[in-house]
């Protein structure tokens, strides 16, 4: 049985896939048969749907509605819905990877070009917003089931500074969600996504700040935990968080699964088998005890050569479920046998 069969009676099991292996047959198909639900690696985060060349060329006329381009998104969503998996949509709002010339007047691109505005950028982020997902809507109906509306916007001093926060302001969560439910056709749950979501700070942080707010004008639907997880992390914190954030009224996915493990030793494979176990008990056990609306879990990457981790943590690492060569590793039979107690 596969990843998605044997947790067809819990919840989706995606992956998160770069635009390199959309031309690879063998690991298509291999998609086809683990995963019910894909991410975008990258090619939906705002650097790569903004049209650079049109918003430079012709600044005026992009002004308060940026020129967005599909071409690198529809093969993906070509694949998911000839297959009839589900996408997460990742992500719409962002400090990372959108590009700063978004952020300043007249999209000028030098490094000190001064800033637009709050209310230029507020009708910047309306139309982004607006064109994304109508166009996601229109042509590729029922394959978007949840969005990232704003991604990782709660550090430890509270919200985070950024170009967000320095020309909208501290309300831009609350706008980017006010602009993805008025945009939805309600075919996709609207999340916040975060990462380090298990750490007791960061969950009373983030209820303050961006849930209970969003959550008493009726804007999110879901809670994003990340999990980007270590061989150190408490999972005692992890399973507070889960049911935490699960005793709102809110869906809970796990959308960015990896264990960061660098070495690559049969004994240290197997505690990252066990360790993998032990969350998917978790996993479960919040779900058959009502604990938690756990609707999804994503792994970040679908076999460790290409896991982010070796280039993000500058060492080799070893974290996921298929080696290099697509073969399952023990963590995959661990994950597999959680679904069966
Ligand atoms: C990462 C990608 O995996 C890398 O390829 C890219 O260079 C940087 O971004 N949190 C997120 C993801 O929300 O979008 C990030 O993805 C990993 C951390």
Redesign the pocket.
């Known amino acids: 049985m596969s990843l998605k069969e044997s947790y067809q009676f819990c919840f989706k099991m995606g992956a998160?896939i770069?635009r390199h292996v959309l031309k690879d047959e063998p690991v298509l198909r291999h998609i086809a048969q683990e995963y019910d639900s894909i991410t975008c690696?990258?090619d939906m985060?705002p650097e790569n749907l903004l049209d650079a060349e049109a918003n430079r060329k012709e600044p005026e006329r992009y002004d308060r509605s940026p020129a967005v381009t599909f071409e690198k998104i529809d093969p993906y969503m070509e694949y998911a819905k000839k297959n009839g998996i589900g996408m997460r949509g990742?992500?719409l709002v962002?400090h990372?990877?959108t590009p700063r010339w978004f952020f300043a007047k007249d999209y000028r691109n030098e490094e000190d070009a001064p800033l637009a505005d709050r209310e230029t950028m507020l009708a910047r982020m309306e139309s982004y917003i607006r064109t994304v997902m109508t166009y996601v809507q229109q042509k590729w109906p029922g394959v978007i089931y949840a969005w990232?509306v704003v991604?990782?916007a709660v550090v430890e001093e509270g919200l985070r500074e950024s170009f967000w926060t320095g020309t909208v302001g501290q309300d831009f969560v609350l706008q980017a969600f006010r602009f993805a439910r008025k945009y939805s056709d309600g075919s996709a749950a609207l999340f916040y996504?975060d990462?380090d979501t298990f750490l007791p700070w960061k969950r009373e942080a983030i209820y303050d700040l961006i849930l209970r707010p969003l959550l008493e004008e009726g804007l999110v639907d879901g809670m994003g935990m990340?999990t980007?997880l270590t061989m150190e992390t408490d999972l005692d914190e992890y399973e507070k968080s889960l049911r935490y954030y699960g005793a709102l009224p809110l869906q809970v996915q796990i959308t960015?699964l990896d264990i960061h493990n660098t070495d690559p030793s049969e004994e240290s494979m197997e505690r990252l088998a066990q360790r993998y176990e032990s969350l998917f008990d978790q996993l479960v056990k919040a779900r058959k005890d009502k604990a938690a609306d756990l609707t999804g879990v994503t792994f970040?990457?679908l076999q460790d050569d290409m896991s982010?981790l070796t280039?993000?943590r500058k060492e080799r690492s070893y974290p996921l479920l298929f080696d290099g060569q697509l073969k399952p590793k023990k963590a995959y039979y661990a994950v597999l046998g959680a679904a069966e107690k």
């Open positions: 998160a770069p690696e990258n985060k990742h992500t962002w990372n990877q990232d991604n990782e996504n990462y990340q980007h960015e970040w990457g982010w280039a993000f």
